[in-house]
């Protein structure tokens, strides 16, 4: 098991990043807040899980231990797979999940794509003594702007379909965030924004 990746950020995109290790670059799956917080070129260290299929090898990349932890935990309900463990902690950060589940909030858990009532009182009723209790950990660290291209507004969007929404609701949430946009605009950060409005509706 790859228990984590430090090395250099060659690429960043939408849903994942290339980390180059020693010439070797590894694609990450991320989360579009902790993908906010890395910087091309920079150094980053993100905690790894690795989703073993057939016919795939994937590699999923974390802002810290705690939301690889809350990751494979989610993965141990019933019909929940690592692309879904992924949108929930995309659209709740790890202690707003476990508030969500400890709560019995279903509302909160089906704003994530791909949960409907039923799916969240399963979730709940199998997590709900297992996820503990809110860590208090402080929010996610403020993004670093990066160099974004012209079609910000295609690419925001496609990460939105890409986590489940419809090509209807992403266009609605780029259009809310369009405002702050600016001159440069900062497609992880606009990204996020977009989630938040559409978690809001």
């Known amino acids: 098991m790859i228990a984590f990746?430090?090395?250099?950020?060659?690429q960043v995109g939408l849903t994942s990043v290339?980390?180059?290790?020693?010439?070797?670059?590894?694609?990450?799956?991320?989360?579009?807040?902790?993908?906010?917080?890395?910087?091309?070129?920079?150094?980053?260290?993100?905690?790894?899980?690795?989703?073993?299929?057939?016919d795939s090898l994937t590699l999923f990349g974390f802002l810290?231990?705690?939301?690889?932890?809350?990751?494979?935990?989610?993965?141990?309900?019933?019909?929940?797979?690592?692309?879904l463990a992924?949108?929930?902690?995309?659209?709740?950060?790890?202690?707003?999940?476990?508030?969500?589940?400890t709560t019995e909030d279903v509302r909160a858990l089906t704003r994530v794509p791909g949960i409907g009532q039923k799916g969240a009182q399963r979730i709940i009723l199998e997590l709900k003594d297992r996820v503990?209790?809110?860590?208090?950990?402080?929010?996610?660290?403020?993004?670093?702007?990066?160099?974004?291209?012209?079609?910000?507004?295609g690419q925001v969007r496609e990460g939105l379909v890409g986590l489940g929404w419809s090509v209807k609701e992403a266009d609605r949430?780029?259009?809310?965030?369009?405002?702050?946009a600016g001159p440069s605009p900062d497609v992880a950060a606009l990204l996020r924004a977009a989630l938040r409005t559409?978690?809001?509706s």
């Open 5 to 10: 990746v430090r090395g250099r950020v060659a």
């Open 18 to 54: 290339v980390v180059d290790l020693g010439g070797v670059g590894l694609e990450l799956n991320c989360t579009p807040g902790t993908i906010a917080t890395l910087r091309l070129g920079g150094e980053a260290t993100l905690p790894t899980s690795m989703v073993v299929r057939e």
């Open 64 to 83: 810290d231990e705690d939301e690889r932890t809350l990751f494979e935990l989610l993965q141990t309900a019933s019909g929940v797979g690592p692309k």
């Open 86 to 101: 992924q949108a929930m902690l995309a659209v709740l950060p790890p202690d707003d999940l476990r508030r969500a589940v």
């Open 132 to 153: 503990g209790s809110p860590t208090g950990g402080g929010a996610l660290a403020t993004a670093t702007p990066t160099p974004a291209e012209p079609a910000w507004r």
């Open 173 to 180: 949430a780029v259009e809310t965030v369009a405002d702050d």
């Open 198 to 200: 559409l978690s809001r």
